[in-house]
């Protein structure tokens, strides 16, 4: 089986299609790797990439597509809402099969050190590839901005960990890293009432005591009628989606309402829906094996247990190959 | 309703009888605090003692206890296999009734300075009272134990929160803290298979990335004959009970194994329960109102719901005043 790996930059340009269109032209040039989707946003202003394929190429197109953006996108001239401290902002890899999470933040040292000597960008390393606790969440390398980063570089603490302390004059820094592949999953209530989704986020959510690799909030769907625990599962081997599904059902019934059914934003790793359905097929003595499991019964099943909607197998990173 | 507060002090003396029943004696002088219990350890060579009362004789009784363990231990004769620091090691106040975690803060800075200035023994505040993030965890100021402090404290680092950055030459040092109630619970599995309990341990436990305040391992229990999943739980408002039993039995049925029982090791909070009883008074349209309660149903409830076994109102803090 090959090796894969994903990566999702994004780069600050949101609203023009010409430029944008040229950037993401890059990316079609190398047939090792694909691009899944790309989605630009016109009030922050930035335009975030999914791109999946092997490691080699992968480090040889990212650093293409750091060039063209070093020539299409000057900074000083860059409004939106969202924070940002480079014309590419951020560059993950992100583990997909046969890669580890360490092998990632070796791909992220490679393209930071070659971005560097071809293009004279400073390079922070964050999250899983972090060389200091302060430089692992984003939001703290990125405090500042572009407009502060001219200073704050300077300071000993925020020297970049490739290129000297020195921004790039139209470029800005950019921070690319490692992490685990990131699941942004909804749960569906069968309610209207927000503040129920909410008490559910508190009891599952990290930062208010639930279980450590989740965020998690309430929405109101207003198409739809309901509101949905929204979340994002930050390692699914840690803290697996059947877990969360299942606890959320638990925590539903204090309300009398239901779970509805579930849905994933974007793409899941097949390996996320393997170790829940795991669970269900341990549970419920279903005699399949992992190993020789056709995509459209993983489909099927994902769809049973998990109570996935509007689900596929496009949703699958692997089946996007 | 009184104020009522939970301290759970230990000393450094497990073996001798005679001298721990005088030092214990201190607390039966005080008409309104209540000695729990006490359990000396030969092997740990400590005794923990378990104590309830009104806030002012808490910090009387414990001032004085205290004085009567600096003239009856010399920790340069004490050898034991639990970590010490102090003849009397630790402190903590625990808030049970019409007392926050807050106003315990206060009572461990209150007692603190009580005793170094009269006994002129160096204090340490721990936990919810830590001066500094590196003074929360009591095993890190602990390190380096009674022998090794004497250097330790002369580090500005590590110099003391009330007295002087020198150790007392027969006492050692104390460290005087606030925390929340700490449930000691464990969960009953139909199986002898340890390796169940680790994993079902594993999913609910912080430090694999499960819930917060949860500690949790295994245990065979021989005379049984089966497993537990045995835990403490560090906060029973963030991760109550029911959430904690709920997905322990969901966790257990993908190994076809059922959950028998559970039971509470030494005292819980009245709340504690309410907390738990509320979740399947709702789940199960049970119109009680918990400001009637009386403590049978209460106590019957909980043994129902949260199938406790071995459990009586004596197990409940608020009914042993």
């Not at 902002?89 to 046969?98: A, C, G, L, M, R």
């Not at 699941?183 to 129920?196: Q, S």
Request: hydrophobic share 40%; aromatic share 10%.
């Amino acid at each position: 089986m090959a090796k894969i790996v994903e990566s999702v930059p994004n780069f600050s340009e949101g609203k023009d299609k010409a430029k944008i269109e040229r950037i993401i032209s890059v990316f079609s040039k190398h047939p090792n790797i694909k691009l899944l989707s790309y989605e630009p946003d016109s009030d922050y202003n930035r335009t975030v990439v999914t791109l999946i394929g092997e490691p080699e190429p992968m480090i040889q197109a990212l650093l293409e597509f750091i060039g063209v953006v070093s020539q299409e996108i000057d900074l000083n001239f860059h409004h939106g809402e969202h924070p940002r401290m480079g014309a590419v902002d951020v560059i993950p890899f992100v583990p997909i099969e046969e890669v580890t999470l360490k092998d990632c933040v070796e791909y992220a040292k490679r393209l930071a050190q070659l971005a560097n000597e071809k293009y004279d960008i400073p390079v922070f390393l964050y999250a899983e590839a972090a060389s200091a606790p302060e430089r692992i969440m984003l939001p703290d390398i990125r405090k500042s901005e572009f407009e502060g980063m001219k200073e704050k570089i300077k300071d000993p603490i925020w020297h970049p960990d490739y290129g000297k302390p020195e921004i790039h004059p139209t470029f800005g820094v950019v921070a690319i890293g490692a992490r685990h592949p990131l699941i942004a999953y909804n749960i569906d209530l069968d309610t209207a009432d927000e503040k129920i989704a909410n008490s559910i986020a508190k009891a599952i959510r990290k930062s208010s005591g639930g279980f450590q690799y989740i965020q998690a909030g309430s929405a109101y769907l207003e198409k739809r009628g309901h509101v949905q625990v929204t979340m994002n599962i930050l390692d699914y081997k840690k803290n697996p989606i059947y877990r969360i599904f299942e606890t959320v059902k638990m925590e539903a019934k204090r309300y009398q309402i239901t779970v509805t059914g579930a849905e994933i934003v974007g793409l899941v790793p097949k390996d996320a829906l393997v170790k829940s359905l795991e669970y269900y097929f341990s549970v419920f003595f279903i005699p399949l094996s992992f190993k020789e499991i056709d995509v459209d019964t993983l489909v099927e099943k994902a769809t049973k247990y998990l109570m996935l909607r509007d689900f596929d197998k496009y949703k699958i990173i692997e089946f996007n190959l």
